[in-house]
């Protein structure tokens, strides 16, 4: 008997039908003599739809007031798919974030998850049922409801896995395992059977949205055995772990693109020790992530530097340095929204010279010019114009010799926005 965790995503659960299936999937399970806890997500879109309506209702709307609305989708699903599972004569039990004793930092929209307290967990599990944990949500020492930023139901059933202890946790979605980019971009992309902690953590934080960056980080620092696969079928998923072995001949795993990327120019800046330091101390107090920064040369005392932001924080980022301009004074600032950033990873890259160079090239080729690069051990980005992402992942792709003959397994292309 194995005790198993399964994260079902939105997609997976996004009509009555797929409930059922996703029900039959954990009943399967359950009768094989496992213990089983579930972590769902909303269904389909309806993260999306209730930003969507919050937004016509106000446009800035209270971080608090927001994460009591989100983490209602997720509390329909648990209860729809305990009754689903009810309905086929099994025992299960829905659960909050609070009643499966997940705690977070007192932080809306994007808190971490600081304790986990699964006595209830283990009770129900002990009465024979299943246990159905609504995903994306926990709550604060002080009783307040928080979410842990979009794509979090996955950081939530690593993070089960991990506190009680599960000899694996899978995470079903829509496509049938981790792939060498995402295969709604790339058709003839490659899947992979494992890949490396170091090198998922990298591509989700650089795009790859089948996993969420925290759940790998939970995965690799507790050493949870990670699955992904496909809830349509029982094709063999991939797994991710400490080490991953590398096809002869291949030094880059995956490839990875984010499509909201803005750049942000401060030009004639006086150049004294502190410059850097006052500006990006004011965006950091302002809440903002910064990602690339490159610093120019330096021209009759005066140096000009451009950084990266998220698109949706371009104008916030504008508007403070615009506030700290008596104690930075500047010529003037630019921004550019609507960028993409492209990124290639593999652990064997650092001992691999000349990869970065053929990226470089092939995107070069494609009459693209590159605005910002960025480098580590195990990965290059480039950030470009968006309008040729889709050719430039392709590029990419057949360059570093990831392309296959076969069929990728996409389930459920319909429902996605
Ligand atoms: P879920 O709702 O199950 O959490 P997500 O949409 O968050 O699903 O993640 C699955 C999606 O991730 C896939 O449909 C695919 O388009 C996308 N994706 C991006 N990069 C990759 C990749 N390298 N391998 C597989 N899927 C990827
Ligand atoms: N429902 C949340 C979202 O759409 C969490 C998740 O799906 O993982 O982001
Ligand atoms: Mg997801």
């Given at each position: ?8 995503g ?20 359950r009768?094989?003599g ?11 879109d ?5 930003i ?6 106000n446009?800035n ?22 009754m689903t ?16 004793g ?45 979410t ?6 996955d ?7 991990a506190?009680?202890?599960a ?32 090198e998922?953590?990298?591509?989700a ?23 992904v ?43 004294v ?16 992530d910064?990602d ?21 924080d371009?104008?916030?980022a ?15 600032t ?7 950033k492209?990124s ?44 040729p ?29």
């Amino acid at each position: 008997m194995s005790l198993i965790v399964m994260k079902f995503g939105g997609s997976s659960v996004g009509t009555t039908e797929r409930m059922q299936r996703v029900a039959q999937r954990i009943v399967e399970n359950r009768d094989a003599g496992h213990q089983v806890v579930v972590v769902v997500s909303a269904m389909g879109d309806t993260t999306d739809d209730l930003i969507d309506q919050s937004k016509r209702l106000n446009s800035n709307p209270p971080a608090r007031e927001m994460d009591m609305l989100l983490t209602t989708g997720e509390q329909i699903s648990v209860a729809l798919l305990s009754m689903t599972i009810h309905a086929m004569g099994r025992q299960a039990v829905s659960m909050t974030g609070w009643q499966a004793g997940i705690r977070t930092e007192p932080l809306h929209g994007k808190a971490r998850i600081t304790d986990i307290r699964p006595d209830r967990i283990h009770e129900a599990l002990e009465a024979g049922g299943v246990v159905i944990v609504a995903g994306f949500q926990g709550m604060t020492e002080q009783g307040e409801i928080t979410t842990l930023g979009r794509g979090g139901s996955d950081t939530t059933a690593v993070a089960l896995a991990a506190a009680i202890k599960a000899d694996v946790c899978e995470i079903f979605t829509d496509v049938d395992g981790i792939y060498s980019t995402d295969p709604r971009v790339v058709k003839n992309a490659r899947k992979l059977p494992e890949i490396s902690y170091d090198e998922m953590l990298e591509l989700a934080h650089l795009g790859a949205a089948v996993l969420h960056p925290r759940a790998v980080e939970y995965a690799k620092h507790n050493n949870v055995k990670l699955v992904v696969r496909s809830s349509f079928t029982h094709n063999e998923g991939t797994t991710v772990k400490e080490e991953a072995v590398m096809e002869q001949g291949i030094v880059v795993r995956g490839i990875a693109f984010d499509k909201d990327v803005a750049r942000i120019s401060i030009l004639g800046v006086e150049d004294v020790p502190g410059v850097l330091a006052g500006v990006f101390g004011a965006l950091a107090d302002g809440g903002i992530d910064v990602d690339m920064i490159v610093q120019s040369g330096v021209l009759d005392g005066k140096a000009d530097f451009s950084f990266t932001v998220a698109g949706g924080d371009a104008e916030q980022a504008v508007s403070i340095i615009a506030g700290i301009r008596a104690e930075v004074p500047y010529r003037e600032t630019t921004s550019e929204t609507g960028l993409v950033k492209v990124s290639i990873v593999g652990a064997g890259m650092v001992s691999n010279p000349g990869v970065a160079a053929r990226m470089f090239r092939a995107i070069s080729d494609l009459g693209v010019s590159i605005k910002m690069v960025s480098t580590s051990e195990i990965k290059t980005s480039c950030v470009i114009a968006a309008e040729p992402l889709q050719e430039v992942v392709r590029a990419l792709h057949t360059t570093y010799g990831l392309d296959t003959a076969e069929q990728v397994f996409v389930g459920g292309p319909s429902e996605r926005r």
